[in-house]
């Protein structure tokens, strides 16, 4: 009897909300300045430096997230993982998997790409410290994320070797009785 590859059906849900919640930040407008500066000015503990270089950051970062080529990557992403859950409902482990790999792999070139655009955005901010905090932070994030990506990956990579370990054991298992 096979087992249900439950550790695929959990990647791919997750990998399915991050999907939809790109998906969404795309398909949203990309704020203006103004309405940015509005929105930041409400929180009142920003000087007028912060609050104009906190608007060039977070302005740069929304029109680095809305590039054609992020889009491109977003939109790739989300089929990969639709394909992912048809080979997955089909039964079809191994295409599900290697389908799954397709999808961490340009995940972490997105993450790669992001991580470039703040390097970019960060060099905006005047303010020192703002610009230190805010780009650790998001860097740290980038970061972290690049190396979930790559532990989902070595569990994948595993699985599958473990499934094809299995496989071998049973035809040899067959082929001495």
């Known amino acids: 009897m096979k087992k249900n590859p439950i550790y ?18 795309i398909l949203s407008p990309l704020p203006s300045k ?3 500066r509005t929105s ?18 977070t302005y740069k970062v929304s029109e680095s997230s809305h590039s054609i080529f992020n889009m491109l990557l977003i939109i790739l992403s989300a089929i990969l993982v ?11 482990v191994q295409l599900a998997n ?7 792999l340009l995940a972490i070139v ?4 992001s991580y470039m655009n703040i390097q970019d955005a960060v060099q905006l901010i005047k303010d020192s410290a703002l610009g230190l905090g805010m780009g650790a932070l998001a860097k740290g994030t980038d970061i972290l994320f690049i190396i979930i990506n790559v532990l989902f990956l070595a ?3 595993y699985k599958m ?17």
């Open 98 to 104: 290697y389908t799954y790999i397709g999808y961490v």
């Open 110 to 113: 997105g993450l790669v790409y």
């Open 34 to 36: 103004d309405v940015l």
């Open 40 to 57: 930041l000015a409400n929180s009142g503990t920003l000087t007028a430096q912060q609050l104009e270089d906190t608007v060039n950051y």
């Open 155 to 157: 569990l994948v990579f």
């Open 8 to 25: 695929l059906w959990v990647l791919l849900v997750l990998s399915a909300l991050i999907s939809s919640m790109s998906l969404f930040g």
């Open 82 to 92: 639709v394909v992912a859950f048809v080979f997955l409902v089909r039964k079809n």
């Open 161 to 177: 070797w473990r499934q094809q370990k299995d496989l071998t054991e049973e035809v040899e298992a067959e082929e001495v009785a």
